[in-house]
């Protein structure tokens, strides 16, 4: 039990971070240059991202394993085609909020171009969200990994997988072995919890409104 687990881990830590990884390319493209170039490109864009969110979820999750194949990387890719749309709604709203400060416009005075002044100026001040975004959503992946192994999706056998270990032995022997299934939910909740606390650190580390209010607390 306790080497499948820590196999487990392994499995639901690359699936983590690969989605989220995924997401975070995905959702930097589509908020930076929606809320940079604006107008109707923006108005496009954004009725798409509408149409993207409004599947539901899991629907959306499985349909996609399905016609993939389940995988290691193909719930990969499908978790990170799922998470993106919400993290682009973050990035746009930052970056609307800095597209027409007073360096912005001095950039652009200057000669710079689109190109340049997305990577010197845009980009590295929505780094901090987003990395807090991406560490709390690595908690939603390894969750959203462990429910489509549960409903059988998921990463196949002979790869033991957190949501397998739950559905299959765990299910059948609750009653008579309850550890089937205590550890690998145990596994679960640490993980999601673990990162879910790691994204709060962050987020108070790198927001810098944030700092004076923490450094009082302590005091």
Same mark, same amino acid.
């Given at each position: 039990m306790l080497s499948r687990i820590i196999w487990g881990a392994r499995v639901s830590i690359t699936v983590g971070f690969g989605a989220v990884g995924l997401s975070v390319l995905l959702a930097m493209s589509v908020g930076v240059l929606s809320a940079y170039f604006g107008g109707a490109f923006d108005l496009f864009v954004q009725r798409l991202v509408d149409v993207w969110?409004?599947? /539901?979820? &899991?629907?959306?999750? #499985?349909?996609?394993? +399905?016609?993939?194949?389940? =995988?290691?990387?193909?719930?990969?890719?499908?978790?990170?085609v799922l998470l993106a749309p919400g993290t682009s709604r973050v990035i746009r709203g930052a970056v609307i909020g800095m597209?027409?400060?007073?360096?912005?416009?001095?950039?652009?005075?200057?000669?710079?171009?689109?190109?340049r002044v997305i990577?010197?100026?845009?980009? /590295?001040? &929505?780094?901090?969200? #987003?990395?807090?975004? +991406?560490?709390?959503?690595? =908690?939603?992946?390894i969750l959203a990994e462990s429910t489509l192994s549960?409903?059988?999706?998921?990463?196949?056998?002979?790869?033991?997988?957190?949501?397998?270990?739950?559905?299959?032995?765990?299910?059948?022997?609750?009653?008579?072995?309850?550890?089937?299934?205590?550890?690998?939910?145990?596994?679960?909740?640490?993980?999601?919890?673990?990162?879910?606390?790691?994204?709060?650190?962050l987020r108070d580390v790198l927001d810098p409104r944030l700092r004076g209010t923490s450094a009082r607390m302590r005091g």
């Open positions: 969110i409004s599947f /539901p979820a &899991v629907v959306l999750l #499985v349909s996609l394993v +399905a016609v993939i194949g389940p =995988g290691l990387w193909s719930v990969t890719f499908a978790l990170g597209r027409h400060l007073p360096y912005m416009e001095a950039a652009r005075c200057l000669g710079a171009g689109h190109a990577a010197r100026h845009v980009l /590295p001040n &929505v780094f901090a969200p #987003v990395v807090v975004l +991406a560490t709390v959503q690595l =908690g939603t992946a549960f409903l059988g999706y998921g990463v196949p056998p002979p790869f033991p997988a957190w949501g397998a270990m739950l559905s299959g032995t765990g299910r059948m022997f609750m009653l008579q072995s309850p550890w089937l299934s205590i550890w690998p939910g145990l596994a679960i909740s640490a993980a999601v919890f673990g990162f879910n606390m790691l994204g709060d650190a």
